[in-house]
Structure formats: C-alpha cells, structure tokens
C-alpha cells in the first residue's frame, strides 16, 4: 500500500483553518485523517479532549518532549502544542494521507525533518479582515488577542516557505482549492 502524504496546514490564528478543513474534509476520495495534537492550554467552550486536541499538564508536555515522543512540538502565546509522532506514523502506513494544522515553527521543523510533506498556508484576505475574526471568538482576554495578531503578521512573512498559498476570502472556494492541491499530490 502507498504510504499516506504528510500535509501541513498552516495559516494565522483567526484565518479560518478548522473552518476550510471542516469543508475540504467532507471529500472522502482525499482520504484525510486529522493529526489531533497535545496541547497545555484550557479547552474553549466546545472542545473536547481527544476530538480538538490532547489537553495535558505541562508535565506531560515535558515528559513527552524528553521521551521524544513528538515529530514536532513549539511554545505558542504562553502554551506548548505539539504532534504525536506514533500516531501519524501509524495512519500513514495505513495509506491515509494526514492532515497537521500547525502553526509556522512547527511547519519549519517538518520540513527538515519530512521534504517531501505538502505544505498549504492559509491567508486572510487582509490583516484588518483578520482582526476582525480574532475578536469576534470573543473568548480571550485583550492581552492574548494582541500577542495572537503579532504572532500573526510574523507567520504572514513565512508564506514563501509554503508549497502553496490559499486565500480564505470564501470558505467553500478555499477548501475547493486545498482539495484539489492534495489530490493533484495523491
Ligand atoms: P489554538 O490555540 O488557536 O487552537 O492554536 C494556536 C496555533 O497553534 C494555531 O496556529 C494552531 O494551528 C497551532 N497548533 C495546533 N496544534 C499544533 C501542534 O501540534 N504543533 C504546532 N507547531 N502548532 C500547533
């Protein structure tokens, strides 16, 4: 069986990610699995634990850190985030193509580690657009919102390390895009 693609979905907090991938996910012929990730922060209302992330202590984070247990791993606004190495390891094999959502230093990691990954950065069709979308999640305190658009506009100047650059301006047309990308890489 043909080992499954490795594909890295990045973009700004806010640009729409999980929406896009809710989309393209529904295309069955991409054989897509979710690499679900560990992270240290508070689930949001809706989360839940073992469907959005692993939400553990930071000891965990650390023990797993040492056990080299993850393919990638980077300190976000404060919290830890991470991928499960074994994991997308085993889907692959299973021939399914997997799908991180990870943010830039964790991109740049995996593509040292995995040239061959397909790499798809998400953008918003202007920073103001963006804002917009950070502060209509109305679930975070000012500070983290203003640290989330800093770390915004520095991700936006690693688009060229991408494959592939797609503009979340519609959600339906964007994941159209993203479908097509994968499957021209099956
Ligand atoms: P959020 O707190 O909004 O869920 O995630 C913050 C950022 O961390 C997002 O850009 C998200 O894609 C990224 N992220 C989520 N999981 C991982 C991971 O396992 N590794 C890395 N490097 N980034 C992640």
């Not at 918003?124 to 917009?132: H, I, T």
């Not at 936006?156 to 301006?169: A, G, L, R, S």
């Amino acid at each position: 069986m043909k080992k499954g693609l490795l594909i890295v979905f990045s973009g700004p907090s806010g640009v729409g990610k999980g929406t896009v991938r809710a989309e393209f996910s529904k295309n069955e012929a991409l054989k897509l699995a979710y690499s679900i990730s560990m992270t240290t922060r508070d689930p949001r209302e809706g989360e839940k634990d073992g469907v959005d992330y692993f939400f553990v202590t930071r000891e965990r984070f650390k023990e797993a850190i040492e056990n080299e247990e993850l393919l990638e791993w980077t300190e976000f606004v404060g919290n830890y985030y991470g991928t499960p190495a074994a994991y997308v390891e085993k889907l692959r094999n299973e021939g399914k193509n997997v799908l991180l959502e990870i943010e830039v230093d964790g991109a740049s990691q995996i593509r040292k580690k995995c040239p061959d990954a397909l790499t798809i950065f998400l953008i918003p069709p202007s920073m103001e657009e963006l804002e917009r979308r950070i502060r209509g999640r109305r679930s975070e305190p000012e500070e983290i919102v203003q640290q989330r658009l800093a770390k915004a506009e520095r991700e936006m100047k690693m688009i060229t390390e991408y494959k592939y650059v797609v503009c979340n301006d519609n959600v339906d047309l964007a994941a159209r895009i993203v479908s097509a990308i994968i499957e021209a890489h099956m």
